[in-house]
């Protein structure tokens, strides 16, 4: 019979066993240790698309509404009531007029003065015109020169609508002066109307971000504006929407190529139906999809006479030279904070 086999050369497996346990059991608590008091991993992918889905956001500080626009009902039948009608209808339906196909002159892009300066330049923080006449003529940093009103409707032309210049003695340009005048019948020279321009929108603490935008711009703005940007034609040959990159869109030299300028001006206009004060995109929105939309192509105008003192430049002017040591990526993008306390008197002037 065999004698039975000793126990004690198994311990050194059993301990094995043991500190292999002991092993799998610390990794398991280090794991679960790290996940709930560890730093913070990157946000998952899905982050931009959240953002870009919020809204609509409460109502803002804009409550009272806008100062109303004469009514063009009361207009007197005369040959002054005439032009001014004339000069609604240029503004309204320009590409009518002086698109591609304009019966007067083939002059702009197709775009329609009122796709920026919406309502016919009536609808309160959408480019609104009411103020226009109290402020001009007046001294523009842009050119360093006195402007009138003729001369801004130009600029209009031939950035905004990528066009020519109306003659200073056309019935046109004549027609458009006079109906802007007329919205601004009764408001004191140099005096603030509420309502006139665009809304004022809080700097981010970052850059914005034209990819969080191009998911934004998916979300609320191509069902109109087109998965390419190419906007929504008329039979007239105007849009319904405005391209907003692309050959037949407002070129570089155009307000609205500023990206603090498009984000104030969708963040109270846009998608349509939106207003100041029931927007639809979060502030954050506005900044994201501005930045995507102004990163897009567009036409080139050579403008060599802008801003003969460039230290008067806005914070976010995207083209250089600079007075100051900002990339021009961060004058186009962001963050503006910093550039604006290294000038004060742009900020004194906002």
Same mark, same amino acid.
């Given at each position: ?101 304009? #019966? ?8 329609? &003065? =009122?796709? /920026? @300066?919406?309502? *016919? +330049? ?88 034209? #990819? ?8 609320? &703005? =191509?069902? /109109? @504006?087109?998965? *390419? +940007? ?88 995207? #083209? ?9 990526? =961060? ?20």
């Amino acid at each position: 019979m065999k004698p039975l086999q000793d126990p004690v050369p198994q311990l050194p497996q059993l301990a094995w066993v043991l500190m292999l346990l002991t092993a799998v059991v610390g990794l398991v608590v280090g794991v679960v240790l790290v996940q709930l008091y560890g730093p913070a991993g990157p946000p998952p992918a899905v982050a931009q698309v959240d953002k870009a889905q919020q809204g609509p956001p409460p109502a803002g500080s804009y409550h009272r509404p806008a100062t109303p626009a004469p009514d063009t009902a009361l207009l007197p039948h005369s040959a002054a009531g005439r032009e001014i009608r004339y000069g609604r209808a240029l503004v309204a339906r320009t590409a009518h007029y002086l698109g591609p196909r304009g #019966v007067v002159a083939p002059l702009t892009n197709g775009m329609n &003065c =009122q796709n /920026c @300066h919406l309502q *016919a +330049g009536t609808q309160g923080f959408a480019n609104n015109y009411l103020a226009v006449a109290a402020t001009y003529p007046k001294r523009r940093a842009r050119s360093g020169t006195v402007e009138g009103i003729a001369k801004r409707v130009n600029d209009c032309l031939e950035r905004s609508l990528n066009g020519r210049a109306l003659p200073d003695s056309s019935r046109e340009l004549r027609a458009i002066v006079a109906y802007i005048k007329w919205l601004g019948q009764g408001i004191p020279k140099g005096r603030k109307v509420y309502g006139t321009g665009l809304i004022k929108l809080p700097y981010l603490d970052r850059a914005a971000d034209p #990819v969080i935008g191009k998911a934004v711009f998916a979300s609320k &703005c =191509q069902r /109109c @504006h087109g998965p *390419a +940007g190419q906007g929504q034609l008329l039979a007239d040959g105007g849009y319904q929407y405005p391209p907003l990159w692309g050959p037949h869109s407002y070129n570089d030299g155009a307000g609205l190529f500023r990206v603090s300028s498009l984000a104030r001006y969708v963040k109270a206009a846009m998608p349509f139906g939106a207003t100041f004060d029931h927007p639809q995109l979060t502030n954050e929105q506005a900044w994201d999809v501005a930045a995507f939309i102004n990163s897009q192509p567009r036409p080139h105008l050579p403008t060599p006479h802008d801003w003969p003192d460039s230290s008067r430049k806005p914070v976010d002017h995207p #083209v250089g030279p600079y007075t100051d040591s900002f990339s021009e990526r =961060q004058h186009k993008f962001g963050p503006y904070q910093p550039i604006e306390n290294a000038h004060p008197m742009l900020a004194n002037a906002k």
